[in-house]
């Protein structure tokens, strides 16, 4: 039998690296290739688990390097792509737009190139709601597939100007694909610069955890693993050209997030600090994932089990995260936020 061969780029990086994990396991049948250029949120610790899987295959390579990835889509013959390279930070794309334009932008049309030549059959870029700009505080407004796209930071406007291309791609050449747009992602492997894995770290070790503003902008939460499992519908069951907006109805202000880690690991509320807000941050983000729930999908996590999962899941995993945050991100850490307390 001829396997299918489905290349996921960023399969070293948070929601990348559970899809690869996901994929492994459920399709013995496909050959999964996890393309990655290993940047500081890029780790292949994680896949100890599967390395020895005999369908997993890693290629450590830059996605904005042309030559690289033509010659890897040729030798290799790829079927699908699920496209997560990215930077992801919208904090680092306010300090460093740069990098931002030529890996979510450039890496994003090369990865088109090399899949219009070699003809795929069918491209998942993996996108996010930010792309929609903000909405306000209203609960009955949500984002549809139809909201027009007003990216408000340098990481959103690089994101959206990938969709642009995906979908420019589609419509001159006849490039088969899916655009997926989801709300903020949380559990396992999630890189402790990010508002839950920080927090959880910050709290237990009894250190000060930075909110931003006054902690009330709202967004809403994705268990990572229901993400994966709507990529993966999308990928075999999604309409050619189809955009899907992936969301999980558990809308949270910043500072209940962190309020809900604290009290869940029995810590005091003293350890939060408000911090100096973030440019330009976005009031509200909420899905509507009527569409996808159409195709078949269902958040199987609720914020609640959600949370505990993920809590419980740091906690058994603290050799995975202390070995990241003991590292160069700390350096990070210390220029992003000034806080008074330790
Ligand atoms: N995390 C979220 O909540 C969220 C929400 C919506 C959308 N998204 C989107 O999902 C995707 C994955 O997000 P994430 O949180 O897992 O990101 P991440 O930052 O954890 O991982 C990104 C991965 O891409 C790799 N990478 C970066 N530049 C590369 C390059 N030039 N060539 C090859 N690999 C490169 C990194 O090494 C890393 O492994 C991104 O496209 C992001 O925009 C994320």
Redesign the pocket.
Known sequence: MIKQKILV??G?????GNFVQYAVNKYPNYDIYN?????Y??DLTKHRVIEQQENYNFIK????NREEIMAIFKKEKIDYIVH??????VDRSITDPEIFVR?NVI?TQVLLDAAREIGVKKFVH?????VYGELDFDPSSFFTEETPLQPNSPYSAS?ASSDLLVRAYHETYGLPMNITR????YGPYH?PE?LIPLTISRVLNDQKVPVYGDGNNIRDWLHVYDHCAAIDLVLHEGENGHVYNVGGHNEKTNLEVVQTIIKTLGKSEDLIEFVKDRLGHDKRYAIDPTKLERLGWAPTYTFDTGIAQTIQWYLDNKEWWEQIISGEYKNYFEKQYTLKGN
Do not use: R
């Not at 390579?61 to 904005?64: L, Q, V």
């Open positions: 780029t960023g070293a990086g948070f929601i990348g393309l990655d250029l290993l940047t949120a890029g390579a830059d996605i904005s997560f390279a990215a930077e992801s930070h890996t890496g993996v996108s996010t709601d930010e994101k989801c709300s903020n992602n890189f990010k």
